[in-house]
């Protein structure tokens, strides 16, 4: 399978914990994005890498939250101290940069569902 | 960006038809037209994408009329597999990145 992938799928974490999930991108694409998705609503977007650089960041992304992506391959999101409101499921997509249809269409990888108790 | 709506829900049956038409009146001329689909638990999966006229590939069809404010998705002879939540997005793909904003989505419940 050469999806995007993401671990772990389910984390269950107490409150005030730190929890890293890992996002590995399809091969040959260039930018990695991280959502994150909560019941009911579609996936709100929290950050985005082009390469090893991080180019965005939602207001969404408060500073427990990090996002690394050294080699510009795989990526990981970190979130410190969780709190109860962080539950969610944390949603990792790659594209490949270019333009016209078909380029720079983003593909999602299933997702981390993240419980803070 | 564009911001789209599209009915909250649909209902249908096995082998019909299911066009669900998402609106976005502020389409700018940059802007693609792109699908995802949703099932509980999973990720979003892309489906297809325009820019005008109709795209068709294996799973759907997408017609985009002239004017481009709005879009329909088109499932030919759908089964209970594809009860899911569908989103329609717009975005500009000659920007650098594409920003994906998903609104609530269409949730399409297929009986037998």
């Known amino acids: 399978d050469t999806g995007v992938s993401q671990n772990p799928r389910h984390k269950i974490t107490k409150r005030g914990q730190n929890v890293t999930f890992r996002c590995d991108p399809i091969?040959?694409?260039?930018?990695l994005y991280w959502y994150r998705q909560t019941l009911g609503q579609g996936p709100e977007f929290l950050t985005y890498f082009q390469n090893e650089a991080q180019l965005e960041k939602s207001r969404l992304l408060s500073d427990r939250f990090s996002a690394e992506r050294p080699k510009g391959s795989f990526s990981t999101l970190e979130i410190q101290r969780t709190e109860q409101g962080d539950s969610a499921m944390y949603l990792c997509a790659s594209s490949r940069s270019g333009t016209g249809v078909g380029t720079d269409t983003q593909y999602f990888g299933p997702g981390t569902r993240l419980t803070v108790l | 960006l564009a911001k789209t709506t599209q009915p909250i829900s649909m209902d249908s049956y096995e082998g019909q038809e299911v066009n669900i038409t998402c609106s976005h009146n502020n389409i700018a001329t940059n802007d693609y037209i792109t699908w995802y689909q949703q099932f509980p638990s999973q990720g979003p999966r892309f489906i297809i994408q325009?820019?005008?006229t109709k795209v068709t590939n294996e799973v759907a069809s997408l017609f985009i009329p002239a004017d481009r404010k709005s879009s329909t998705l088109s499932l030919p002879r759908v089964s209970l597999s594809d009860t899911a939540v569908y989103y329609c997005l717009v975005g500009d793909m000659n920007t650098g990145f594409q920003k994906l904003v998903f609104g609530t989505g269409t949730r399409l419940l297929v009986s037998p």
């Open positions: 091969s040959e694409h260039n930018r």
């Open positions: 325009g820019y005008k």
